[in-house]
């Protein structure tokens, strides 16, 4: 069905709120903007399937309510992005909720397996992509476009039923609560804006002075990309950022020594740029960033690592969860350099599965040997 009018969407929104499930997927372009613009929205219950065209409703506010029945579980797929857009455009994220992806991976799945394949592994069902790409802000839409975006959805609830099964019959359906509620928690779609410096790319090649500067430059790149939505880089892009901050630039002429930043900022920008950068880079050396990545004053843990992967391994393939799944490398380093707080690996089940060994490893409580080629964990006698 696909809806076009307010009166259509509110009787589906009133018709859905005596589903057991409702499945969402949501058809956007971002290449030209900052903010995702929302094209479409599917959505799928026990019995049917709309597709909402929000170019021609008055208001997705109606969804609200709709998305905080907690009667209804909200069925994703890797649902993240889903979930920002949902949140700028209704005003809400909903619950609960319940993403397939990420219950593919306590299932014995690819980590971060996509839709088509997880539908034909647990439908049996080969989908078509070849719209995947096209312009869904156009109109009017074409069947197969149409097609394209029911199917995104219609798979959703089937998955569902038999995954909720499976997962019950192995014990593992309360693992993921953790997990899908941090996908519901507004504070994961805040941006943050003073901590976009760290994902700049080669951000690593600057002194902590110099990350101080690109902090300022970075949240100011952020500001001024939300202001005027458009992407990012349109502004200034990661390199040119990391190359002022390199040579610390302190003077507009030092910074259009960057190649391409005269043509990207006005001098009343590259002006507020500068001051920024002048004052970032004589702030007093305890306000100062920290750099995210391994510090040379930190000690080196490949021993730690390697030990503690060949644990995470084992328990992976005991359990059929796939590795990253289970413990991240970064975690794992973490783990290993003694850091106890803010860990996904040492939370939940991850910690029950895993966690707690790989800590009693550290503290000498268990020894590695081989018998052959399988690996003994055994506990050390105190």
Wanted: glycine share 4%; with cysteine; aromatic share 6%.
């Amino acid at each position: 069905m696909y809806i076009a009018n307010q009166e259509d969407f509110a009787a589906f929104a009133e018709r859905a709120a005596r589903s057991s499930v409702l499945a969402i997927d949501t058809e956007f372009l971002r290449e030209k903007t900052y903010y995702a613009k929302l094209c479409l929205i599917q959505l799928a219950t026990d019995d049917e399937t709309a597709i909402v065209d929000p170019f021609a409703v008055d208001d997705l506010g109606i969804l609200a309510p709709l998305l905080l029945n907690e009667n209804v579980v909200k069925l994703f797929h890797a649902g993240s992005q889903d979930l920002e857009i949902l949140l700028r455009e209704v005003g809400v994220l909903p619950k609960p909720i319940f993403d397939t992806q990420t219950a593919a991976a306590l299932l014995g799945h690819t980590q971060q397996i996509g839709y088509a394949a997880l539908v034909h592994a647990e439908c049996g069902v080969t989908l078509k992509k070849i719209d995947s790409f096209t312009d869904w802000s156009r109109r009017p839409l074409s069947d197969s476009q149409l097609d394209y975006a029911a199917d995104d959805v219609v798979y959703l609830p089937r998955m569902y039923e038999r995954m909720r099964a499976e997962l019950e019959r192995r014990g593992r359906l309360a693992w993921l609560a953790r997990d899908f509620e941090d996908m519901s928690d507004p504070a994961k779609y805040a941006a943050d804006e003073r901590g976009r410096y760290r994902r700049l790319k080669r951000v690593s090649q600057l002194s902590r002075r110099q990350l101080s500067a690109a902090r300022e430059v970075a949240a100011w790149r952020e500001l001024e990309a939300q202001r005027r939505d458009v992407p990012r880089k349109w502004v200034i892009t990661d390199e040119q950022i990391v190359e002022a901050c390199k040579r610390e630039a302190r003077t507009i002429d030092e910074l259009f020594m960057v190649r391409g930043m005269r043509e990207r900022l006005s001098t009343r920008d590259a002006r507020a740029v500068v001051a920024l950068m002048v004052t970032a880079l004589d702030a007093p050396p305890e306000t100062w960033p920290e750099p995210d990545r391994c510090a040379k004053s930190e000690p080196n843990v490949d021993a730690q690592l390697d030990l503690m992967t060949a644990i995470v391994r084992l328990r992976a393939k005991e359990s059929g969860v796939a590795i990253p799944t289970l413990a991240s490398h970064d975690d794992l380093a973490r783990v290993a350099r003694g850091y106890r707080e803010g860990v996904d690996l040492l939370r939940g089940w991850r910690r029950s599965l895993v966690g707690e060994e790989l800590l009693d490893l550290l503290d000498g409580k268990i020894r590695l040997s081989l018998d052959g080629a399988e690996l003994n964990v055994e506990r050390r006698e105190a």
